[in-house]
């Protein structure tokens, strides 16, 4: 196995989990679920299963939420090893909210012994070291939380709890596994330094087999999911650890806290014709994570502003399919109209309404009410794209489809909502 291959991004689909449920002023509305997550019953258990043991994570320990840590390797590494820590860190990156990502320092750590000979913590770090078995006095990898001077984690008096303000990870230069064996025991690591779980996990591995935090009799001492690494479980661990879950949560509050939490993926598409290709929009999420996507269409002949067909105003009409916060299906009408002149404009969404998680979104006009029911926006275009110069909270990114500028279709990315929309020029 590679490891410098591309690692997959699984909460990305390629195709939209969706089957066309309704019609939208012209626009073929697709929906549907995908169970790519574990319930919140499986996900509290997991994350407070280690704390029936007296290992050194019995409280569950979380890097204080509004710093997350900066990952740096000590010197002496390889470029490989080095590249191994870098890609681990993407790994987790990629699953961990948006809000909250670990950065990679390729800078080394000058270090002159290896740790554990008067162990070094530097605050907001995630130190990796690597050394030969013997000096370390342990085959294998494993990770200790600190931060206080006499290397104990400090006591947060917000949480009233111990946090991690540092932490170091060190790994086996000898350790017998292929390079992405190496990367996933990092992985497995940092995941002990961001709060999850001791380390009787031989006999955890009965309970939860799918996980890279568990010892696998068979792969080499890890569980991997292959090139990704990480299994749903893993991926909902440190989603959860890091979004929902605080520091101090007894068993208890982390059961309440995943009450709600949801293991399946909320899709809505919307599919329509642009001078005859079809263009696709949409998103997807759950658990407060969105995302949306737009595509499709052929690329315009020239720039908006060189289309001598046009003059005046131009206007285009078509809807907006999203996700909000809630996981709640949202719809309404898109409406874009550009100064030719000026080439700014207008885009607003309007009638905007909802079907809650788990519900068919229906015809227009049967949804509830989201937010006060419209968005507006101003935009400007440069070449055939255009976004927003002003308006509501949000990020639009849009552009022009169709060699005669026949359609429009973009993304609007809001904390609440994820949402894609397109339209046709009208005459
Ligand atoms: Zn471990």
Avoid: C
């Avoid at 390889?78 to 320092?105: C, G, H, S």
């Avoid at 390079?179 to 992985?187: E, Q």
């Avoid at 929009?281 to 407060?288: E, S, Y």
């Avoid at 005046?312 to 009408?333: C, F, K, M, N, P």
């Amino acid at each position: 196995m590679s490891a410098t291959g591309s690692i997959e991004r699984p909460q990305m689909p390629r195709a939209p989990a969706t089957r066309p449920v309704v019609t939208h002023d012209g626009v073929a509305v697709g929906y549907g679920t995908r169970k790519d997550g574990v319930t919140g019953a499986t996900l509290a258990g997991f994350l407070t299963h280690h704390r029936r043991t007296d290992s050194p994570y019995s409280e569950g320990q979380l890097w204080h939420p509004s710093t997350p840590p900066v990952v740096r390797v000590a010197s002496g590494a390889t470029p490989q090893y080095i590249q191994e820590v870098r890609e681990a860190v993407e790994i987790i990156n990629r699953v961990l909210p948006p809000d909250w990502q670990m950065t990679f320092d390729p800078t080394p750590r000058q270090e002159d012994q290896p740790f554990g000979h008067g162990t070094v913590w530097y605050p907001g770090e995630i130190t990796v070291n690597y050394a030969p078995s013997e000096e370390r006095g342990r085959l294998g990898g494993f990770a200790r939380a600190g931060g206080a001077p006499d290397g104990s984690p400090p006591f947060n008096e917000e949480f009233q709890t111990y946090v991690t303000t540092s932490s170091r990870v060190s790994i086996s230069t000898d350790h017998g596994g292929s390079s992405a064996h190496r990367r996933a025991l990092v992985v497995h690591e940092i995941g002990h330094t961001l709060g999850i779980g001791g380390d009787s996990w031989a006999e955890i591995y009965k309970l939860y087999p799918n996980s890279v935090m568990t010892y696998s009799p068979t792969q080499h001492g890890l569980s991997i999911n292959g090139r990704g690494v990480l299994y749903a479980l893993d991926r909902d661990s440190f989603r959860a650890l890091y979004s929902v879950l605080q520091p101090g949560m007894t068993v208890e509050e982390t059961y309440d806290a995943l009450g709600d939490w949801m293991d399946s993926t909320m899709h809505i598409s919307g599919e329509f014709a642009v001078a005859g290709d079809s263009v696709t929009f949409g998103a997807f999420g759950k658990n407060g994570f969105m995302e949306a996507y737009a595509r499709g269409g052929a690329t315009p002949a020239m720039n908006l502003a060189d289309n001598a067909a046009l003059s005046g105003t131009a206007a285009w009409a078509g809807r907006l399919l999203g996700i909000d916060a809630e996981s709640s299906t949202v719809a309404g009408a898109a409406g874009l109209s550009v100064d030719l002149v000026t080439l700014a404009g207008s885009l607003d969404f309007t009638g905007l309404e909802s079907w809650a998680a788990g519900q068919t979104p229906g015809a227009i006009g049967t949804g509830a009410l989201w937010g006060d029911g419209d968005l507006g926006y101003s935009i400007s275009v440069r070449g055939n794209a255009f976004v927003q110069t002003g308006g509501d909270d949000g990020v639009v990114a849009g552009r022009f489809a169709g060699a005669a500028h026949e359609g429009m279709v973009g993304t609007l990315e809001r904390n609440d909502l994820a949402a894609g929309f397109g339209g046709t020029r009208q005459p």
